[in-house]
């Protein structure tokens, strides 16, 4: 009903059109269903469903239904606030006609369910000859019949494939709003094979739950993208998983070779780590920005992580992986990796050992450390700076992750000792 209404919502209020589709049911004496009295309410009005021949840019909304032909991949983007993007194109038709409908950002969605052969209730702004940019659609329960002698232009796009790729990277499960109020999920992922790296963008998060990275996949019924920026696929209720029969390899590349506009994997030994920069954004959202870099057998280059990646505690001496980044040009001519939002990177774990630690929790130009004066590790786990802290967990070189964490009493002694160091340091 909400489609309905918004057909008719500069003449009536939410309320009244609600009255009037009860008035409608009650009078039929319970023949109508709530979705046919609606539609007669909004014809009452004059605003009744058309035939995609009779669309007219006139109109300020269109309401109208239509088969779907074909699917187009999705395409993503990022636009210049650095904030993400996403377009799906789904062509429908009825006897009279085809038409492409636009769907941006968080309606990209529902491009997961539905399929060629669906009948869709359509309501929109033809924004141009052709292209209907949607505002609202839903499964309507009717046969709908499409020209024979359509052009070739309404050709099927439905370009659903098999994968069989490596899980390098799983995000965190995003939650975003509707424009009608109600909620989506969605994750995204960086797989790999022989052929290099993709993004996949996932609208159905019970898929990946439970799904390590790491680990080599069959993923059955993706939708493939294409980009100018390396390739990309979307996977929803429609999709499968399975873990594939043999380990995927992935193709890294060589410092020497990368050339810009490429997206590529790099592995290699982080040689120095600067401060992370905050900025704001375009639309005056806070973000950072890091700069830290790679040397491998061959070379060394930039690597610039943005957003939440440059928080990641990194430091000199860390042996790193880098995945789906964009290769770009300095100024100097040099290249340099750029890990965006939709990049990966992974810091490789040594061997590890158990360890009882107590220290102050201080930020760094690496990132939040435990320091106790003469020692400092990398946290891999949340805590306050400046508190005073007792860790028992794992320690691996650099680094130490946290099983527990405790308040700890702050021992004079060794901070008189702490104070007396810095003191003879700034004398000298």
Not at 173 to 182: H, S, Y
Not at 372 to 389: F, Q
Request: net charge negative.
């Amino acid at each position: 009903m909400r489609l309905h209404y918004a057909l008719v919502d500069d003449l009536y209020s939410s309320e009244e059109f609600e009255q009037r589709v009860a008035k409608t049911i009650e009078e039929s004496g319970g023949l109508f269903d709530e979705q046919t009295a609606a539609m007669l309410v909004v014809r009452a009005a004059g605003r009744e469903h058309r035939q995609i021949a009779d669309l007219s840019a006139d109109a300020s909304l269109v309401c109208f239904f239509g088969k779907v032909i074909g699917i187009s991949e999705p395409r993503t983007f990022t636009r210049s606030d650095e904030t993400p993007g996403c377009v799906v194109r789904v062509d429908v038709g009825d006897e009279t006609g085809e038409v492409t409908l636009v769907l941006w950002d968080e309606r990209a969605g529902a491009v997961a369910e539905i399929q060629p052969g669906d009948v869709l209730e359509v309501a929109g702004r033809i924004r141009r000859r052709g292209e209907v940019q949607v505002v609202d659609m839903q499964r309507a329960a009717c046969a709908l019949r499409v020209r024979e002698d359509r052009p070739a232009g309404a050709r099927a796009r439905d370009e659903r494939v098999t994968l069989v790729a490596r899980l390098l990277a799983v995000g965190e499960k995003q939650v975003f709003t509707r424009r009608d109020g109600t909620t989506g999920e969605r994750i995204d992922a960086v797989i790999g094979d022989g052929e290099g790296t993709a993004r996949l963008v996932c609208w159905h998060p019970p898929l990946l739950e439970g799904v390590a990275a790491g680990l080599s996949l069959e993923i059955h019924g993706a939708l493939a993208g294409s980009r100018a920026e390396g390739r990309e696929y979307s996977i929803g209720e429609q999709a499968t998983l399975s873990i594939a029969a043999n380990p995927v390899p992935v193709r890294f590349s060589k410092i020497q070779d990368l050339a810009a506009g490429q997206r590529v994997c790099c592995a290699g030994d982080v040689t120095a780590v600067l401060p992370a920069r905050r900025f704001i954004t375009r639309n005056n959202v806070p973000s950072h920005v890091r700069t830290i870099v790679l040397r491998d057998a061959g070379g060394e280059c930039a690597v610039a992580l943005w957003g939440e990646k440059a928080r990641i505690p990194v430091a000199p001496g860390d042996r790193v992986e880098v995945y789906h980044a964009t290769v770009r040009q300095r100024p100097s001519g040099d290249p340099e990796l750029s890990a965006g939002w939709e990049s990966a990177i992974a810091i490789i774990p040594c061997p590890s050992e158990p360890a009882v630690f107590e220290g102050t929790v201080l930020e760094t130009a690496f990132g939040r450390c435990i320091d106790d004066g003469e020692t400092a590790y990398l946290l891999e786990t949340e805590l306050s700076p400046g508190s005073e802290m007792r860790i028992t967990g794992m320690r691996s070189r650099n680094r130490i992750t946290a099983e527990t964490a405790v308040p700890a009493a702050v021992d004079v002694a060794r901070l008189r000792a702490r104070i007396g160091r810095i003191l003879s340091d700034c004398r000298a």
